[in-house]
């Protein structure tokens, strides 16, 4: 095979390709669109066919449902009114009989007419056909067609086939003399033959026809008569329809009772309940639809016809000129660029041929240029190598940084990986963070006693003038910082006295930079941050670098400075050098001030988070704090809780709580911390006088960050072993109760952010002692109005005078024999002070009486519990208190008063109280016994111990009185431990001992 037929081989393969393609391309865009519009012209054409045969079905109904109730509803209403006539309601016989043979005349449907009284006898009767006799009359009491009409209602019979073999029915109406009363019934039997004619004459189309059936399914009039003879009862959609009461419906095939395929449509006529069907065979109903898809399937063959005739035409004319096309590529593909193509169809082709030849015009020239630029390539590959190796050690260099940035938040540790990942990248010696120092920092209005009120850094705490937007600095204003740091802070004496402290170095002895300081107005450093661009030395004026920092490795031989700043802040300066003699790069410069920015984030975050963190152990120690104050209301525990706290707080070494005393306006130290007795006590300040008084007298905190340089106290007497100090007014309600100090050695110095947290606990150690104070109060107060009840019990009964502190000592010394303390203590000597309060209620000449008691008297003095109840319970701050007074008359076996409770029952404090209430009645004086010696007193203890007295109780007593120690403690308090000499008892003891 030559050359030439191995290139038109594929080339017709793919020409056949193309034309296949195209040609079932163009059958489809013909085919489907003509078969949707022929499909929907069809769909469209079926339903407007269906709704017009519908129609003409649904009016053929009508009529014939007119005719049936022509037939049914005149013969009834002229039944109904012939009965309504005067002649008629009169009961004349002879008149009836006339007005009635009127009906078969007028209406010649009426075959028989027959009037029936109201218990059912036919009356009258007439016949069209026939004579009537006497004998013909009949009952017709069990009728249908009587049991309804008697009744109100009309009544239609079913179709019935008379003896000359016509369909008929029977109608009867009720005579009514009165809306309410019926006088009889009036039937008529009606013949449908004018309904047969009607239907066997009425034709749908050419074979349609139409039919009658009643509710069941029967027929009542058909062109076929047999079928109506034979009472031939027929099953089809439409009757199940006529059952339901559904009307007006076409389906769209099914049998019909021959057989035979048909279409119909059927209509109710209501007041009979028959339903009129109508009945179109199916193939000539839809005859015209038939031939019209015929042709439209016709029209749809040719229009494909067409269409592939011109699919093959159109695809032989595109597949020439391609297969040139395609002879050409390969040509060129073969290295022959001189080859042209010519292709003459005067449409895009044609434009493709030219284009493809334009084409090998340009690869000719492409070629020529490649040979050109081939000489070259080799020097501008390395060129670009060399800028891809920079871009991939500047990239590798920021990837690293982010990696150390993401990998901490502690500021030393970041910044020591951040130099050691930063200085091999770049290939230098050593370098360093210098920061700034935070404790220089001071409010620049103050510091500059600005006067500008207008300035928004005016009376702020922020000590970061340069980081608040809009402040106003030689009547200039900046939004960004860099503005400002060039225009204003270059020239602030304030900004350029900061110093710059190292944070981190590395390749240089961390000794010897340990106590530097650079200014930023007198170094290499400064220069940078006050012009905010990096800035490099190289040989001799690195000796000028960090003020002889680096210059110390004389090895080192250019220095670069990059300011480290965000958006608003100024964080300090980054520091590197290196040995190489060559400077810095632009392009090096590039990338340090990227990692510089990289880096004053995460040293800005690094801050952010250890701000957060002190923050949160700061909220962690005030919330612990406000806690265990609230915890005490002993004053002196109290200061000495609000001391420790604030020195671990701060991490302090000295602290002190001065109260002051309002009417000699004087601070005396109430507690401390880390000071001597001595100076505890010496230590005496008036208002204004040093540091705690000149607080005091302004109502505002001090923060002294070191107090030999602090101007405001030059001359002011001071510790000399304090270094810093904090000093935070007390207040309460804007009032000033006293001084909180808190003090440092040296080299630790306090800062703002512990002035905030001390302010905040001296806010809340203000609330606690002036709470502990009001406490204290509270409790003299009530303590007073205790002793005033006992004052006038004893006032009252001269005999128990001193019997409520005896019975306090005993009570309290049993309770803690028991192991009770705390409140509880606190309960039954309130108790015990007050349990015979309520004997103010009993009239002096009973508790005084010096022989026995009447029923009543004695009655009247078991009421002193509850009267004391009464009086206590007024008090809210005795609630606990009132149990103990009620029940310290009841005994353990529950024969006391006054709820009659026993054992466990009793409260322990009343029980702890009756114990102590009797011992001391029985022995002391009065007037009704004498008293007992301390041993006899015990021994009847003991012998009603499980009866009147809690034995536990009791046995807890008894050793209280075999101690000595107590023992001594009641005779100080004037108690008798032994019986009196003088004992002695009287006559006529009392009918019962009453307390």
Known sequence: MTERGEILKPALWRRSRIGRKLLLLILLLAAVPLSVAGLLFIQTSQNVLRRDIKSIQLEVANRVAGEADHIVGCIAKALASSTQTKGFLEGDEERQRVILEKLPKSYENIIELSLIDEVGREKIKISRYRLITPEDLRDRAGADEFTTAIKGKNYVSPVWISESAEPCLTIAVPVRLTEKEIMGVLSAEVHLKPLW???????????????????????????????????????????????????????????????????????????????????????????????????????????????????????????????????????????????????????????????????????????????????????????????????????????????????????????????????????????????????????????????????????????????????????????????????????????????????????????????????????????????????????SSCEAGLCGVIARKPELKNQVVLPLMTKGEVVGVLVLGTQRPHPWTTEEISLLSAVADEVAVAIENSQLYVDAKRAAVEFRSIYEMSKALGGTLEIKSLLDLILHLSLDMLGGDKASIMLLDEEKGELTIEAAAGLSEEAIKQTRLKLGEGIAGLAAEKGEPLLISDISKDPRFKGVRKREDICSALCVPLKVKGMVIGVLNVGAVCPHMFTEGDLRIISTVAGQAAIAIHNARLFTQLEELYLAT???????????????????????????????????????????????????VGKIGVKEEILNKTTSLTDEEYRIVKMHPLIATKIVEQIPLLADVIPIIAHHHERYDGNGYLDGLAGEEIPLGARILAVADAFDAMISERPYHSALSFTEAVGELKRNAGSQFDPKVVEAFCEVLEKPQFGKRFKEAGLMVEPSKSTRRRSGQAKQKVN
């Open 786 to 836: 205790v002793k005033a009840f006992v004052a006038a019990i004893e006032a009252k009964d001269p005999y128990t005078r001193g019997h409520s502190e005896r019975v306090t000592s005993f009570s309290l010394a049993m309770a803690e024999r028991l192991g009770l303390s705390g409140r509880d203590m606190e309960d039954i000597r309130t108790a015990a002070l007050l349990h015979d």
């Open 197 to 539: 004619d009607l239907v066997s004459d009425l034709r749908v189309g050419e074979s349609g026809y139409v039919y009658v059936v009643d509710k069941g399914g029967r027929i009542v009039a058909h062109p076929d008569v047999s079928l109506v003879l034979k009472e031939t009862i027929i099953d089809n959609p439409h009757v199940g329809e006529i059952r339901a009461g559904k009307s007006d419906t076409l389906y769209k095939e099914y049998l019909s009772e021959s057989g035979e395929s048909v279409v119909g449509s059927h209509l109710i006529v209501e007041e009979l309940g028959w339903g009129i069907i109508v009945e179109q065979p199916t193939a000539e109903a839809y005859a015209s639809l038939n031939q019209m898809r015929l042709r439209t399937l016709g029209l749809l063959l040719a229009t494909l016809a067409v269409a592939l005739f011109m699919g093959i035409y159109y695809a032989r004319r595109i597949a020439k000129p391609i297969e040139v096309l395609y002879e050409g590529a390969e040509i060129i593909e073969k290295g022959d660029l001189e080859h042209r193509i010519e292709v003459k169809t005067g449409d895009e082709l044609e434009e493709l041929a030219e284009e493809f030849n334009r084409m090998s015009e340009s690869l000719k020239r492409s070629k020529e240029e490649l040979e050109e630029w081939g000489k070259t390539l080799e020097q501008k590959v390395g060129e670009r190598t060399e800028e891809i190796r920079h871009r991939v050690k500047e990239l590798t260099t920021l990837f690293e940084v982010s990696k150390v940035v993401s990998s901490t938040l502690e500021l030393e540790e970041l910044l020591k990986k951040i130099l050691d990942t930063v200085l091999p990248l770049i290939k230098a010696q050593a370098g360093g963070f210098f920061l700034l120092d935070m404790r220089e920092l001071v409010k620049c209005w103050e510091f500059m006693k600005c006067g500008k009120k207008e300035c928004p850094a005016y009376g702020s705490d922020n000590l970061e003038c340069w980081a608040i937007p809009g402040t106003i600095c030689r009547d200039e204003v900046h939004e960004k910082i860099e503005d400002k740091i060039r225009a204003c802070c270059a020239r602030c004496p304030l900004f350029k006295g900061i110093k710059l402290k190292p944070a981190v170095v590395c390749g240089l002895d961390e000794r010897s930079v340990q106590d530097v300081e650079i200014g930023i107005g007198e170094s290499f450093c400064g220069q940078a941050l006050l012009e905010c661009r990096p800035t490099t030395a190289e040989g």
